[in-house]
């Protein structure tokens, strides 16, 4: 794929080809994918994200695959995620892995399970604070909580983050931490643990030899990109990141889905390079081990 193919520029002459063929030649795969911005589109109304058909398919496809096991890894609610996915016979993380459902049983992370009252008092101190701020919303996800301000204007969103630090700091006890996403302020336990450390647990319940994917879309998806760094790390948008490679768009998941149905379940010859990734490396990560 050339870089008339992309619009981006590939400074390590990376091909769409290594992509195919590196699939093609795994073992097994483990499809490890983030759920808002990825699978559904990015909506202004936190509870309006639906995956797209097409996705969900593409996903049961895979997932009944012999040799390739899948995965949906997202910040949302562990019972939420499930719901909006829809697919039985597949693993999921909520709450960025400190929920996590696999081999049949679920599993929240102890020290998390402690924090959920904590969690449940910052909330409800936050809503009548913030009810003063157009736009501004409060979700609380039992053992982390989520501050939206997608619909805040942009002269208001400090003020958003001046609240929430305020309240964290007054209830919190040090022991809730802050992280910024895409228009999003997150409220986790402070915990070391994290999105890559749940996609390192999925992987690690496979054959060493199979190739690990990951594709996601926004910050709280960096430590999963580290955690596939022998495999393939997707980011869908712009900007820096350590994935390996990048599909501009969130409308483009649907075309590499469909590429790794064709190259690794059905063994098909012809398979159209405008799958919609890019081979493009960022400039601040070093180029894909092959």
């Not at 012999?66 to 697919?87: F, H, N, Q």
């Not at 939206?148 to 609240?163: A, G, L, S």
């Not at 910024?180 to 992987?203: C, F, N, Q, Y």
């Amino acid at each position: 794929m050339s870089e008339s193919d992309t619009g981006v520029r590939d400074p390590f002459a990376s091909s769409y080809e290594t992509v195919r063929e590196r699939v093609e030649n795994a073992s097994g795969l483990v499809l490890c994918t983030d759920f808002d911005g990825t699978l559904a589109p990015i909506e202004t109304d936190p509870d309006a994200p639906e995956i797209v058909p097409e996705n969900r398919d593409l996903l049961e496809s895979l997932r009944d695959a012999d040799d390739t096991r899948v995965a949906v890894v997202s910040g949302r609610a562990l019972a939420d995620v499930r719901e909006r996915v829809g697919l039985d016979g597949i693993a999921y993380a909520g709450n960025h892995g400190l929920e996590l459902r696999r081999h049949g049983s679920t599993a929240v992370h102890p020290i998390a399970a402690k924090h959920r009252r904590r969690i449940g008092r910052i909330c409800s101190a936050l809503e009548p604070e913030l009810s003063t701020v157009e736009g501004a919303t409060v979700e609380d996800k039992s053992v982390t909580a989520t501050i939206h301000y997608r619909k805040t204007p942009t002269e208001r969103v400090e003020r958003v983050r001046e609240i929430v630090r305020t309240v964290v700091s007054r209830f919190g006890d040090g022991r809730i931490r802050l992280t910024d996403g895409k228009e999003i302020i997150e409220l986790r336990p402070a915990v070391r643990w994290h999105k890559g450390m749940a996609v390192s647990l999925l992987t690690d319940d496979h054959p060493a030899d199979w190739m690990p994917i990951y594709i996601g879309d926004d910050t709280t998806d960096e430590s999963a990109f580290r955690a596939v760094s022998d495999g393939l790390a997707i980011y869908v948008g712009e900007g820096e990141t350590a994935a390996h490679r990048r599909i501009p768009t969130q409308s483009g998941v649907s075309a590499f889905l469909s590429a790794l149905v064709e190259w690794h379940t059905t063994g098909e010859e012809d398979s159209s390079p405008e799958r919609g990734v890019s081979t493009s490396r960022p400039t601040n990560t070093t180029p894909e081990r092959t």
